[in-house]
Every structure is written in structure tokens, then in C-alpha cells.
């Protein structure tokens, strides 16, 4: 393996300058034994990787589990990776005590003692590697993935010194992604862990009626128990649920009182629910997933948010595709948010990393090969007429029209069809255009009522924004050529126009089943493209197991 100059002047450095410190007696080096592992150990990091190159080159090659302390200390803060949403026994944080006593039992002693150095230097590096980045290789699960991960380096020199004191735990922190969302997640992790060590909770009744603020009903102390765990529950108001046939009114047990319908909102708006109070089929759903189902969904969304947090730009587009919601991290601090419509189960939108270009005003749509073969040609042969309903051009592959009236429809070959730029252009009035291999875009559109459903897969992959125009006047970022008046002037032509950004803005398509909302409350979502059982079980596995 290559060995950069740096660390090699290094170890030969080292090397030349032990017999002064055997001399000296001063250092960290204390012993015979330990001088010869040492030795051992900057010889074999001539050819080791650079990992571990940079470990031991902080510590002057010199050996970091000499004494069984800081083993132990290694073992136990291994075993808080649980909360990480990591396996600890992945790491065998129960052999390493035996491990060390073998080696000091071992003969030769010396190259013993530094092979165990070495294993357990590379253990140490392997989970500080997995807390930074994550565990799983996400191109190994998704076929389609088209994300770069970024690897941060991990200091070195604070790594050594936190074995040195046996303080994992800072080591642990250093590595972790220093982001709200991934704090957040951790200590929804945490609360849900607790829950589930007190028993979770108990299912509503899935064939009862809807309940609707108001109602009397049996379930409703269930209701209020289960949501008592995970939201705030008001105390039923007298004035509203006590027993009007009571000598002394007292409030009604079984009344879904002003109260517990907002703690029902509170607990829809968090699961990507209508929130108007009524507790019907989806709802139901929803608070009857198991406690632990809802701690895999944490850890999953851990692993993700470790592939992707590292490395963030300060400002940068990003794309949630099952939140259906678009955020600009704006320049300063400020966020810019907007309802989304994404791609459908069958048709899904990709999760990459781009950057915004350009902007096209007053686009064209060409049709895509699917599109045109599973939606546009049906209806093609349905009615004639649908063509010239949606402005919509056959071309032949030079770009040539043609008669649509002389077509074989049941045997088209090889057409283009294009619809026209306009107010009922299925891309609206600006498409937003990054570079990348699966040929989506943003765009606006014309059917503004599609932002007011609540699940918003209806996509056949490109991202429809509700508020373009006014997005793309924050990306273009001069008020003084593209304020609002001169967006609206432009769209007011009607011409086709290309327009480059004066600063590219990084953009991500990615894909969440648990977030953190404003308030700091985890947002659980669908898996509206199943992805998450494939990801679950890739992180029940061992390292190094496919």
C-alpha cells in the first residue's frame, strides 16, 4: 500500500529516536517489553493503512492498550453504541478483556502485545468510522443509489488522547455528525428505548367507528393513555366533558374533550396525517405501530442521517421526498420551505447530489419514454383528439412535425412528442435543471390543488414545487435583474428562456421515514418506497457480512 511521505519521514523519525528515549528514560515508553512493541509496531505501520498510520504517528507509534483500564473502558463505552442505533456486539466488546490476556500470556510476548495493539487501534477506528458515516454501504442495498458519501477525517490526536484518558465517550462525540437532526434522533431514540422498557403501549381497537371531537366513547381513555406517552395531553376540561346527569358534574372519562383532540392533531401533523382531530382508519394505524418498530425506524434513519450529514455545504437545497417538502438552507441561516409532489411507488424519485445550474422559463415538456409509452399513448389511442387538447407536437427524431393524423398509433415507432410552453405545460412556468443520470428536475405545475392532498406521491419521479417562481427567485439572489415584477415579466413573454445561476446551490434528493420537525418533535412517515426493511436488516448484520 502506498505510504504517504509525511507518515513515512514519521515512523523513520520514530525509529531513530527510540534508543534516546530508552536512554533518556523519559516519555511514555517505560519498559523493555514496551520498547520492543513499539519497534513492532512502527515497522508494521510502514505497510498498514493510512488509519492507522495517522493513530499511532499521533502517538509516536507508541502501543495504546497496555493496560487492562483502558480496555474495559473501551469495552463499556462500546456498549452505549445502542444508542447510535448501533449493534455493540458487532464489536465484541466481550471478548476484548480475554483478548488482552491472551496476548500478555502469549510467547513471543512482544509481537503478541502489538498485534493485540494493532486489532484493537483497528477495532477503535472501525466504530469511529461507522459513527461518522455509517455502517452500511448504501449502494449495497439500492441499486439506484447516486449519492457520494462523504468520509470526514477523524482527528487523530484527539483520538489518542481520549484512549490515553479513557474517554471514548469524547472520542464517540468527535466522530458523530455534529447536526441537530442527528442529536434529535438520538434523543428520540433514547425516549422511545425508555418506553419500551416500560411496556410501550397498548392497541386501539381497530374495528371501532371513527371518533370525532365530541364523542363519548369506551376507547377514548385508551386514546388518551397512548397519546399521554409521546404527546401532551390536556386534563378533560369539566366545562366541556362532565356528566350532565351527575348531581355534581364530573368530567367524562369516556368524553374526546377539547384537549385530547389537539394532542390527536399534534400526533397526525407528526405522522404526515390530515390533522382535523378525527381518529378514523389511518390514524388508528398509525398509533398502533409497536413501540419497537418505531425504535428500527430511528436506528434506520440514523444510518441515513450518518451517510448524508457529513460534509453538508451551509447552504444547500434538500429534497425530503416521503416528508414531501422542499427546504433552502439560505446563506445566513434563514430556511425557505415548500410543499413538494414526488415520484409514485412505481416511479420513484431518486435520492443524489447535484447542484443547480439553471432555470428554463416558460418550458417545453418533451414526453419520456415511459410516459409516452405507459400514459400518453393510451390515451392517444383512446381519443384523437388528446393531442391537440394538450398541445402537444409530433416530431419525427431529426425534429420535423408531423401529421398525428397520419400515424399508426398501435405502432408509432420512433416519435417525439412534445407539448408546447404555456400555462397548461405539465412543467407550469420554470423548470429547475441540475445535472445528473436519471433526467429529473423541479419544476412547478399546473395543478396547484395536487399540494393540498396529504400524501403527495404522484410523480412519475420529477419533483413538483408548490411556490417555483418564488423559489427561484431566492436562487437567482439579485433583486435588483430577477426581483419579482422582472420574474413575472418574463413568464408574461411567453417565450422559452434559459437562465444560469450566478452561483451554483448544492441540492439533495434524499430519502427520510424519520425527521425532526421545527418544534424538535420526531416526524415518522411512511416507507412510500419500502426501503427500509432492506436497510434494517443490513444493519442487523455483522461487519463484514453481506
Not at 54 to 83: E, K, Q, S
Amino acid at each position: 500500500m502506498f505510504v504517504p511521505a509525511r507518515t513515512s519521514v514519521l515512523i523513520v523519525l520514530t525509529l531513530w529516536l527510540l534508543p534516546w528515549a530508552e536512554s533518556a528514560g523519559s516519555g511514555p515508553v517505560e519498559s523493555e517489553g514496551d520498547v520492543a512493541v513499539t519497534r513492532l509496531i512502527a515497522q508494521w505501520m510502514a505497510i498498514g493503512d493510512d488509519d492507522l498510520q495517522a493513530f499511532y504517528a499521533a502517538r509516536a507509534m507508541r502501543p495504546a492498550w497496555r493496560d487492562a483500564n483502558v480496555v474495559a473502558a473501551l469495552a463499556a463505552a462500546i456498549a452505549t453504541l445502542d444508542g447510535d442505533g448501533l449493534v455493540p456486539s458487532d464489536y465484541g466488546p466481550q471478548t476484548l478483556l480475554g483478548a488482552y490476556g491472551n496476548a500478555h500470556a502469549a510467547v513471543p510476548r512482544a509481537e503478541a502485545l502489538a498485534q493485540f495493539d494493532v486489532q484493537l487501534s483497528r477495532l477503535l477506528i472501525t466504530v469511529l468510522h461507522h459513527l461518522a458515516s455509517g455502517k452500511v454501504d448504501p449502494a449495497a442495498i439500492d441499486p439506484d443509489w447516486d449519492l457520494p458519501r462523504a468520509a470526514p477525517p477523524l482527528d487523530f490526536a484527539v483520538v489518542s488522547q481520549a484512549v490515553d484518558a479513557r474517554q471514548f465517550e469524547t472520542a464517540f462525540a468527535t466522530a458523530r455528525p455534529g447536526h441537530a437532526l442527528y442529536a434529535g434522533l438520538r434523543a428520540g431514540l433514547a425516549r422511545y428505548r425508555d418506553l419500551a422498557r416500560r411496556g410501550g403501549w397498548s392497541a386501539l381497537p381497530r374495528q371501532s367507528a371513527a371518533l370525532h371531537p365530541g364523542d363519548r366513547h369506551a376507547d377514548v381513555p385508551l386514546l388518551r393513555a397512548r397519546l399521554a406517552l409521546v404527546e401532551d395531553v390536556a386534563e378533560p376540561p369539566p366545562d366541556t366533558c362532565a356528566d350532565p346527569a351527575a348531581a355534581t358534574p364530573m368530567p367524562d372519562p369516556n368524553c374526546y374533550d377539547d384537549g385530547l383532540a389537539a394532542a390527536v392533531r399534534r400526533f397526525q401533523r407528526h405522522h404526515l396525517l390530515k390533522a382535523d382531530g378525527v381518529v378514523g382508519a389511518n390514524t388508528r394505524a398509525a398509533l398502533n405501530v409497536p413501540v419497537a418498530a418505531r425504535i428500527d425506524q430511528i436506528r434506520i434513519n440514523l444510518e441515513r442521517a450518518r451517510w448524508l450529514l457529513p460534509g453538508l455545504p451551509e447552504s444547500f437545497v434538500l429534497v425530503d421526498v416521503p416528508g414531501y417538502q422542499l427546504s433552502y438552507f439560505r446563506p445566513g441561516g434563514d430556511i425557505w420551505r415548500a410543499r413538494i409532489v414526488v415520484g409514485r411507488r412505481t416511479r420513484p424519485t431518486p435520492t443524489l447530489r447535484s447542484a443547480i445550474t439553471h432555470l428554463t422559463f416558460n418550458p417545453t415538456w418533451t414526453v419520456p419514454p415511459t410516459i409516452l409509452r405507459e400514459d400518453v399513448l393510451p390515451k392517444v389511442r383512446k381519443d384523437a383528439g388528446y393531442l391537440a387538447q394538450e398541445n402537444i407536437a409530433v416530431l419525427d427524431a431529426s425534429g420535423a412535425r408531423l401529421d398525428p393524423r397520419g400515424i399508426d398509433w398501435s405502432r408509432p415507432g420512433n416519435l417525439i412528442l412534445r407539448q408546447a410552453a404555456g400555462p397548461h405545460n405539465a412543467l407550469g412556468r420554470v423548470a429547475i435543471r441540475f445535472p445528473n443520470t436519471h433526467t429529473v428536475y423541479l419544476h412547478d405545475t399546473p395543478a396547484q390543488e395536487l399540494f393540498e392532498f396529504d400524501r403527495r406521491a404522484l410523480s412519475s419521479g420529477c419533483v413538483r414545487v408548490e411556490h417555483a417562481l418564488e423559489f427561484v427567485r431566492l436562487l437567482l439572489d439579485d433583486e435588483t435583474r430577477w426581483n419579482a415584477d422582472a420574474i413575472a415579466a418574463v413568464v408574461a413573454e411567453g417565450s422559452t428562456r434559459e437562465v444560469d445561476l450566478a452561483r451554483r446551490v448544492p441540492l439533495i434528493l434524499y430519502y427520510w421515514t424519520v425527521q425532526t420537525d421545527a418544534d424538535g418533535a420526531l416526524s415518522f412517515r411512511p416507507d412510500l418506497y419500502r426501503r427500509d426493511a432492506a436497510l434494517l436488516a443490513a444493519l442487523e448484520r455483522p461487519p463484514g457480512q453481506r
